[in-house]
């Protein structure tokens, strides 16, 4: 198949279907005939199926259109919309990865329909970044295509031994870079045209003045903005060694880890969807519950800095918290649910998960069901800790009962008074407290909440 005619059929696709994993044909159909070495006539096959894929989604287009061009688009004239103004808006939310409004705005000035939709200039201001954006893109796309490869037998081995079907690899865009770690570089340099300085302020390649791919040989989690463009990686080592489990993005232009939540684009829909949305830890953590139809995010980390808990309000839907129920996890998450509280922050804690074990190990051995019934055991955040506390041996004495109620005040304050006495009468056994006396505390000490 000559080059022109996959360009050709590429633009045909994207201002016509909505637009997945052949988003950009033309580029999946050349990583895959690079990876898999094969020859360009041999790809027709795959650009059918790409085809049938897609074309199975204009029913939920159309669907989608006298939902809400009306409602939530403010266009004026609905008679003369048809569908290809939809299919654009789609093309510049999926292809080009811009804000749902500035995406709806650009496609009804494409078409000259009228709308009152107002932009500001807060993405647009971002343009400068564009080469950067464009070669994370490239990277995680060719990470994507190599894991499927004849030369990617230690990704595929750590795929199948997490239990991680296709579609799921396929949905976080789980890729393996290279053992060579020349390899993608060159290819990012002499078929991409990437040059030196934009990767290394993308943050791709190892220290020390040296063309190799800080990922090499490591599965690849991509790591998106709340935009769901790419803005950096996480490596994980397959092999036991003396090696950092993980290997990040480092710091850049585009990737400030404080700014950024694992999967937050991914799960906006369903979680408002559900009206919650689940902070859990690691990767794979996150990967369960979306297998279960939970929303889920990562912290990549143990704490949550300002800006983090600004995306996670942004959403207004109820936060659940769920980090590791070992000491660490549960101190993090005292520190994560008072910085809530002061913020007024709806949230309840996630019931602990018994014998240690993490939502991805409970799904693989425990099943979805399971899964799903823990998740759903939620409880306030007083009740939780309270019982962290208790099981600790820290509300032995009064002094530390006295502690407790001091340090969990403004959640107690938080609470709606039409079930607050419901939760005093769970708090008071816990804490071998009259329900009354807590109540008095805090109504002495309301004033002093800053």
Not at 340 to 367: C, F, M, S, Y
Request: charged share 30%; proline share 3%; net charge neutral.
């Amino acid at each position: 198949m000559k080059r022109s005619a996959i360009r050709e059929l590429t633009f045909r696709l994207i201002y016509s279907l909505e637009i997945q994993k052949v988003d950009d044909l033309e580029e999946q159909v050349e990583l895959y005939i690079q990876c898999n070495e094969i020859e360009e006539n041999d790809a027709k096959e795959y650009i059918k199926d790409a085809i049938l894929g897609i074309n199975k989604n204009i029913v939920e287009i159309q669907g989608l259109i006298e939902k809400n061009l009306k409602a939530d688009w403010k266009i004026d004239r609905i008679s003369k919309i048809d569908l290809s103004l939809l299919k654009l808006a789609i093309y510049e939310i999926k292809y080009k990865k811009i804000p749902y409004l500035n995406a709806v705005k650009e496609a009804c000035d494409i078409c000259g329909v009228p709308t009152d939709i107002k932009i500001g200039d807060n993405f647009s201001s971002d343009s400068k970044n564009t080469p950067i954006y464009n070669a994370l893109e490239d990277l995680a796309k060719y990470y994507e295509v190599y894991l499927t490869s004849a030369n990617a037998i230690d990704g595929k081995r750590y795929i199948q031994e997490r239990h991680l079907p296709e579609d799921i690899v396929k949905k976080f865009r789980i890729g393996f870079a290279p053992i060579d770690p020349e390899l993608s570089i060159k290819m990012m340099r002499e078929k991409k045209n990437h040059s030196i300085e934009t990767l290394q302020k993308s943050g791709v390649l190892l220290g020390g003045g040296q063309f190799k791919d800080r990922f090499f040989g490591r599965i690849i989690f991509p790591i998106t903005n709340s935009y769901g463009k790419v803005v950096g990686f996480s490596g994980r080592r397959i092999k036991k060694s003396d090696e950092s489990k993980y290997v990040n993005s480092p710091e850049s232009v585009v990737f400030h880890k404080g700014n950024l939540l694992y999967n937050y684009y991914e799960s906006k829909e369903l979680a408002q969807k559900l009206n919650k949305i689940y902070v859990v830890e690691g990767f794979m953590d996150v990967i369960a519950l979306t297998r279960c139809n939970l929303p889920a995010v990562g912290t990549m980390g143990t704490a949550l800095t300002e800006n983090q808990i600004n995306l996670l309000n942004n959403l207004k839907v109820n936060i659940c918290l769920s980090l590791d129920s070992d000491n660490p996890g549960q101190q993090a998450m005292i520190k994560i649910s008072s910085e809530l509280a002061k913020r007024k922050i709806k949230h309840q804690i996630v019931g602990v998960l018994k014998d240690g074990k993490d939502p991805d190990e409970i799904l693989n051995t425990l099943g979805e069901n399971t899964l799903i019934e823990k998740m759903n055991n939620l409880e306030e955040p007083v009740i939780h800790f309270a019982k962290f506390y208790k099981d600790n041996n820290l509300l032995d004495t009064y002094d530390q009962k006295l502690s407790f109620v001091q340090t969990f005040k403004q959640h107690l304050l938080n609470i709606d008074q039409m079930i607050l006495p419901s939760i005093l009468k769970d708090l008071s056994p816990l804490l071998e407290l009259k329900e009354e006396a807590v109540l008095e505390y805090l109504k002495e000490n309301k004033e002093t909440i800053s």
